[in-house]
């Protein structure tokens, strides 16, 4: 009950309702300022300060301790100014492989001829970015989140804050850009060896390694098989290579969710087809996919590579009869 | 600041270092040799500990100094509570303190403690030099924590230093206010240390040879006095401060208690009006010139017409004062009074004894016996000296028949023993005589310098009457002040000289801490109720006084709040629009006006047809202009050129469409 109303006063002051789109501008109804823990601290040495200028009267102690004391209520206003009007615009993200970090690029960019100087952009209050915002002049910052599981990913609420100049006041905004990552599936680890092409889907043999001819090196990808790069050649310090093989290339490969072992959960079988989309990429190969409720046409390249991994990502897994049923 | 535990940069500890150093530098004339010492010492590890980012020292190592410097303490004052000595205590704690200071937290606390060690400087000096010392310590403090607050990129020093600046001047408006506004309440608000005000020079309550030509050498002022209309002639200025009666053969001494006022004084001629601006001294007299005709706040007039505050005066006290420069204070004074005013110690000064008696015998009168008294030390080789030679057993004796040379006590004292010899009620009156008018700001400074004594007598007839033996040895004493007074080969310092240049400087200076004294330092609790009756509210409470505050602060800091976010909704004009305006606006004047409709390239082509000798530069403006605007390749460096050529046309001469018109 008590959450509940905290999380309703919560809504309703801060704002926190649906994500926003577009680019968002920090006006004054989104920021928030309390005085930060040094500033409570900074008029506890302010009392003590008026004090002693009582007690001995020094009328020198009064200018000093009304100074510092005009100072502190003016630093509300500087820090306030530091976010103010401050606009915000999500970039486009890049697709990432869930496991790893999914990169929120947002750019900010200030109103009027004020430099902006350390504004934190933080989500969980323990890694914070800061970006220094010159007046006239954009800069772009990267949240990385990680990204746990396949889908849309979106960065939800993320707090804008600031101490800047002296420190004594802590301002900050919340912001919930609607933005997304798209996350594939996790890529099966180890080795696993692509489906044979054509008619003998739907069996578990397999191609084997040795039934191909090594046709040459080209860069690593994330997602190639360990297997695959040419270690000597990293050994001898040219990077990371990745072996190729001629033999399936010029054959039409299927990928099919058939092709997964049943005995393997959805997410698993997903991250199986995900290897093989980035083997056979890889590889150059020609591939197709299927799953349930979706069938894209043998394609090769990286655009090809895309669509299915998209498909792969944004698969409705709840529906295990679906894949069942599409047999 | 989320993460306060984040190590400090060796810039960030150099920079505190400066202000604490700043702070703390003033104190080190009054610190024992061996806190100083450490101060460095402590300072000077941090600083290096900094530099080769070795590891701050342990917290035991820590614990032993500050025990050591808390026995040093105690070993040095006595005490550890104290004025002194808790400030020599603060300030190794700060340096300690340094030495702990690992985390931007520790920094934040180390600001504190230097804001609040600034004041402490204030007890010792409020003068105008401290005043902007201490500005620029604040200044360097609130630098040092700014430079606490760049995560990304650390701008350069003089631009943070230029940042606080920016943020202490923007705070001065409220800073006002509030100094004004602020409810004052008369201090102390609990029982200062026992050394809060030592080492203050002034009169003492006290007088024997030597007591008051010591003070000569003190230039600090004792009072000044600011007069409603022309200041009396300096022969008139005598500013009555302890009464001494009772003498015990060597030294004068005032009544351990002072009797109130029981009489009053006949009145000659117009009151005076002046305002005395004291300094502290310490004791509870304040001055006023013979005789005061009024009391003022908070103290009383004995029955000698001294004023005493209530309290020692540890700061600075202004009052109004009145007086009347001719009176007649001839009311009987009690029987106790005359005895006192009468009394020698027995056995001492015999030969003073002797003379007295002597010349009294001789005299008609009274009046005639003073007169043969002063006539004596006028004709009879007597010298004023600042340096007296030493005396003895007998001073008054020794002084009046062998070294006949002395100071303002010397004469003031031996008068008062003839006069007491021969049977004349005497009192000695300390004071100070004369005092410097500053013709820059039309008051009086009297100095310690100035101090001085004469006697009062009483006659049956007159009453008590002011005789001052000191001027009929050197008359220039009472008539231009004690410079002009001592021999040449007694010069005093410099200070006292008369190069015209240098007084006049002197004088401004004064007049310039005059003002400050009475604006800033002086502006006290009565002084604010006195304002507030000026600006119509005649019984300020505590709680109207807030409301005026909260309401003048509130608006302040609209006003400020206007200033400062005006910068959000001023932009600064595109510099390649404003560069094409200007390229614009000059072809126009030169008779080519570009069309609203008309595009920078088809502008481009007709000026260069109309203007063909500036076709070169046009098409170059032109160019760039529309790379920069339209073009996916521009450079930074393309701005700089479209201004450089913009200029360039702007600055050739364009008389030649008027030429080609009148051909």
Request: hydrophobic fraction near 45%; charged fraction near 20%; charge should be positive.
């Amino acid at each position: 009950m008590l959450t509940a109303l905290k999380n309703h006063l919560n809504t309703w002051l801060f704002r926190l309702g649906e994500p926003e789109s577009g680019s968002i501008v920090l006006v004054q109804r989104r920021i928030f300022i309390l005085p930060s823990r040094h500033g409570v601290l900074f008029v506890c040495a302010l009392l003590l300060m008026l004090t002693g200028a009582i007690n001995y009267n020094l009328n020198l102690g009064f200018v000093l301790t009304f100074l510092l004391t005009a100072m502190g209520v003016n630093s509300i206003l500087h820090t306030f100014r530091n976010l103010s009007k401050l606009r915000i615009s999500p970039e486009r993200t890049q697709p990432v492989f869930a496991g790893v970090d999914a990169q929120f690029p947002l750019t900010f960019e200030g109103a009027g001829t004020l430099d902006r100087y350390s504004v934190g952009i933080t989500r969980d209050k323990k890694t914070v970015i800061y970006a220094d915002v010159p007046a006239g002049q954009s800069s772009t910052v990267t949240v990385d989140i990680p990204a746990l599981q396949r889908g849309l990913l979106r960065p939800g609420r993320v707090t804008l804050f600031t101490y800047y100049p002296i420190g004594l006041c802590y301002a900050w905004a919340y912001i919930n850009p609607e933005v997304t990552c798209l996350v594939y599936p996790r890529p099966e680890p180890g080795v696993i060896p692509l489906p044979l092409p054509d008619e003998q889907q739907g069996q578990d043999s397999a191609l084997g390694l040795g039934n191909d001819d090594f046709a040459g090196l080209r860069s690593y990808h994330p997602g190639d098989s360990p297997r695959h790069i040419a270690w000597k050649a990293a050994a001898r310090g040219q990077g990371l290579l990745t072996k190729q093989f001629i033999g399936l290339a010029d054959r039409q490969l299927w990928l099919d969710w058939t092709a997964t072992p049943e005995t393997l959960g959805i997410e698993d079988r997903l991250s199986r087809l995900t290897r093989w989309i980035c083997d056979a990429h890889a590889a150059g190969i020609t591939f197709g996919l299927r799953i349930p409720g979706l069938t894209l046409p043998p394609a090769s390249g990286s655009a090809q590579r895309d669509r299915c991994l998209e498909a792969l990502a944004l698969f409705q897994g709840d529906s295990e009869n679906n894949a069942h049923a599409d047999r | 600041m989320l993460t306060p535990t984040d190590k400090l940069h060796p810039r960030h500890v150099g920079r505190l270092l400066l202000a604490v150093v700043m702070v703390a530098a003033p104190h080190v004339e009054r610190l024992p040799w061996w806190t100083t010492t450490l101060g460095i010492m402590l300072i000077v590890w941090r600083a290096h500990s900094a530099h080769f980012d070795l590891e701050l020292p342990r917290k035991w190592l820590l614990v032993l100094i500050v025990v050591g410097t808390m026995g040093g303490i105690y070993i040095t004052y006595g005490r550890i509570l104290g004025r002194d000595s808790g400030i020599t205590l603060l300030i190794i704690m700060l340096g300690l303190k340094l030495l702990e200071m690992a985390t931007l937290r520790d920094a934040m606390i180390m600001i504190f403690l230097s804001y609040f060690l600034v004041i402490t400087n204030f007890l010792y000096s409020q003068s105008i030099l401290t005043a902007i010392y201490m500005l620029c310590a604040v200044w360097v403090i609130t630098a040092a924590m700014i430079g606490f607050q760049y995560r990304v990129r650390q701008p350069g020093y003089l631009s943070q230093l230029r940042t606080a600046g920016e943020i202490l001047l923007q705070a001065v408006p409220l800073m006002v206010v509030l100094f004004v506004l602020f409810p004052r309440v008369q201090g102390p608000l609990w029982g200062m240390p026992q050394d809060a005000n030592a080492g203050i020079t002034g009169l003492s309550d006290e007088m024997s040879p030597g007591s008051v030509s010591q003070l000569i050498l003190s230039d600090a002022i004792a009072f000044r006095v600011a007069f409603e209309s022309q200041i009396p002639n300096s022969n008139q200025l005598y500013w009555r401060g302890p009464v001494l009666w009772d003498f015990d053969g060597v030294r004068w001494t005032a009544p351990r208690l002072p009797a109130p006022l029981q009489h009053e004084y006949l009145p000659l001629g117009v009151s005076i009006n002046y305002t005395v601006t004291v300094e502290p001294h310490s004791r509870r007299w304040l001055f006023a010139l013979d005789l005061p005709a009024r009391t003022p706040p908070r103290s009383i007039m004995t029955n000698d017409f001294q004023l005493l505050a209530q309290a020692e005066l540890n700061t600075r006290i202004r009052y109004d004062m009145s007086s009347y420069l001719s009176y007649r204070d001839n009311a009987a004074p009690a029987r106790y009074e005359l005895r006192r005013a009468l009394a020698l110690p027995s056995g001492t000064n015999p030969r003073s004894a002797a003379l007295a008696a002597q010349m009294m015998r001789s005299s008609s009168s009274e009046r005639d016996y003073v007169s043969t008294v002063l006539a004596m030390f006028r004709s009879q080789n007597y010298s004023y000296t600042t340096t007296p030679p030493p005396l003895y057993e007998n001073p008054v004796d020794e002084f009046l028949f062998s070294t006949r040379a002395g100071f303002c006590e010397h004469y003031a004292s031996a008068f008062a023993v003839l006069m007491r010899a021969a049977g004349v009620p005497a009192r000695i009156v300390t004071g100070y005589q004369g005092g410097e008018i500053n013709t820059v700001g039309n008051y009086l400074t009297v100095r310690q310098a100035d101090a001085h004594a004469w006697v009062e007598i009483w006659l049956k007839d007159e009453g008590w009457i002011r005789v001052d033996p000191t001027a009929a040895v050197s008359p220039a004493r009472v008539e231009s002040g004690v410079a002009s007074a001592i021999p040449e080969s007694e010069a005093l310092p410099i200070l006292r000289g008369d190069h015209p240049w240098l007084r006049n400087a002197r004088m401004t200076w004064d007049s310039l801490a005059n003002s400050w004294n009475q604006m800033v330092l002086g502006y006290t609790p009565d002084r604010q109720r006195q304002l507030m009756r000026q600006i119509g509210i005649d019984d300020a409470t505590w709680r109207s006084m807030v409301m005026l505050m909260l309401i003048a602060a509130g608006i302040v800091t609209l006003v400020l709040t206007a200033y400062l976010l005006r910068r959000l909704h001023v932009t600064r004009p595109d510099p390649v629009i404003a560069a094409y305006a200007r390229f614009c606006a000059n072809l126009e004047r030169r008779g080519v006006e570009r069309h609203r409709s008309e595009g920078p390239d088809a502008f481009c082509r007709r000026a260069c047809a109309a203007v063909p000798e500036l076709a070169p530069s046009i098409n170059t403006i032109s160019n760039v202009y529309i790379r920069l605007r339209y073009g996916s390749d521009a450079q930074p460096a393309d701005v700089l050129t479209l201004q450089r050529e913009v200029n360039l046309l702007r600055g050739r001469k364009y008389a030649r469409p008027a030429r080609r018109a009148a051909a």
